[in-house]
């Protein structure tokens, strides 16, 4: 394995792997590629790291961004490819009994706590809470998430009467649509805040498991 000096694979490191073998040449060119992109991309947002505008973490073998944060506002000409979710962190109300996979919606007090069907009062849900981090939450507002058992795809799942749960059958009055499935295990997030009030009906509602 080469080593990491200042962001660049070492130069050093990487003639002594190439010395043991002639089939190892590939990686010492693989290598002085892999340096020529860093310091191309160092070179390109030296500028704006320097500003406090653009903070970038690691970056890998292909010269991709393993984290990337900006501050302020960000201008994309292109399409945004999203792998996962887009989330939002929060202050909450009894933090403890926030686990990922549960749904929440924001309170008076503007924090998020469990959201249910079953009041007014605790609707309409904003999202999915992926992780708890002291006193805040990170919420999960748009995207994918991965965190259920026993999803249908293509189906709308709905929030339901047990607090911080969907189901894809509701019997509260209040039907709030939270997202379709896209796997038996992954929900794509799109809470409809215009939730509807609809008679009672007598059966027990089903819940989805989360992971």
Do not use: W
Not at 39 to 60: C, H, K, P, W, Y
Not at 141 to 164: C, H, N, W
Not at 172 to 191: D, K
Request: hydrophobic share 45%.
């Amino acid at each position: 394995m080469a080593i990491i000096k200042s962001g660049y694979l070492s130069k050093e490191r990487t003639l002594t792997i190439a010395d043991k073998g002639g089939a190892l040449i590939e990686l010492h060119d693989t290598i002085s590629v892999v340096n020529d992109r860093l310091r191309q991309l160092e070179s390109q947002f030296a500028t704006l790291v320097q500003r406090g505008v653009m903070n970038i973490g690691a970056i890998d073998s292909t010269g991709a961004f393993v984290s990337l944060k900006v501050i302020g506002d960000a201008d994309i000409g292109g399409t945004l490819v999203i792998g996962k979710a887009v989330a939002q962190k929060y202050s909450c109300q009894d933090c403890a009994i926030l686990r990922p996979g549960l749904l929440v919606y924001i309170t008076k007090d503007k924090e998020v706590a469990l959201a249910s069907s079953a009041r007014e009062k605790t609707v309409p849900a904003i999202g999915v809470v992926m992780g708890v981090e002291e006193n805040q939450v990170i919420v999960a507002i748009g995207g994918s998430v991965d965190m259920f058992e026993g999803l249908i795809a293509g189906t709308r799942y709905y929030l339901a009467q047990e607090q911080g749960k969907i189901t894809a059958k509701p019997t509260a009055v209040i039907r709030q649509i939270i997202g379709i499935a896209q796997s038996s295990t992954e929900l794509l997030i799109q809470p409809n805040f215009e939730y509807r009030i609809e008679k009672q009906q007598p059966e027990k509602e089903s819940v989805v498991m989360l992971k």
